[in-house]
C-alpha cells in the first residue's frame, strides 16, 4: 500500500520502514499513485482533499493555495521577454532595416541630429561599431524611437530578422 503526504509532497510505501513518517498520510490507491506521481512531475500541486492543481505556468509562478500568480512588476515581466530575444549580427540587423524601408544614411543623420554630444558620440560608436545587437540595447531603443517605432514594430523585425 502507498501512502501519500500532502505537506512533503512524497509518498510513502508500507511495506518500508521509516524512522519518522509525517503527521499527514493519506492511502492512496495505484491509479490514484500513477495520477498524483503524473501531477507531481508536471509540476502541479496536490492539495490535502489529493485534488490535483494546474501545472506551474512559468518557473515565476507561485502557488497562492488557490491559484499560480506571477509576483513581478509589469517591468520586471517586460525586462525578462525582452531579455529571451537573441542577439542579431550586425548583417542581419542592418538588413532587416533595409528589407523594413529604413534609409541607413538617414539613420545615421538622425543619430547626428542628438543634441547632446557624449549621447551623439555614444550612439554613434554603437551604430557604426557593434558586431551585434541586442533587444534591450539602450542605443538601440533611443534609435528606435527616432524612428517611431514602438515595441511591437521592433519584436516584429526582430522576428523576422532571425531568418535573414
Known sequence: MVLFSFTNNSFYDTELEYTE???DLIKVSSEQHIELLKAINSNCIISADLSISSPKPSKFHEWTGT???DLRTPEEIEA???????????RQFMRILVLSGFD???????INKIPDTQ?????LIDWKDATEFWRTDET?????????????DIDAMWEEAKAL
Not at 549621447?119 to 550612439?123: E, G, H
Not at 538601440?140 to 511591437?152: K, S, T
Open 21 to 23: 513518517l509525517p503527521d
Open 67 to 69: 491559484e499560480w500568480i
Open 80 to 90: 525578462h521577454r525582452l531579455s529571451q530575444f537573441p542577439a542579431l549580427r550586425r
Open 104 to 110: 541607413l544614411e538617414q539613420i545615421e543623420a538622425e
Open 119 to 123: 549621447t551623439r558620440q555614444l550612439a
Open 140 to 152: 538601440l531603443l533611443m534609435v528606435a524611437d527616432l524612428l517611431c517605432l514602438d515595441a511591437a
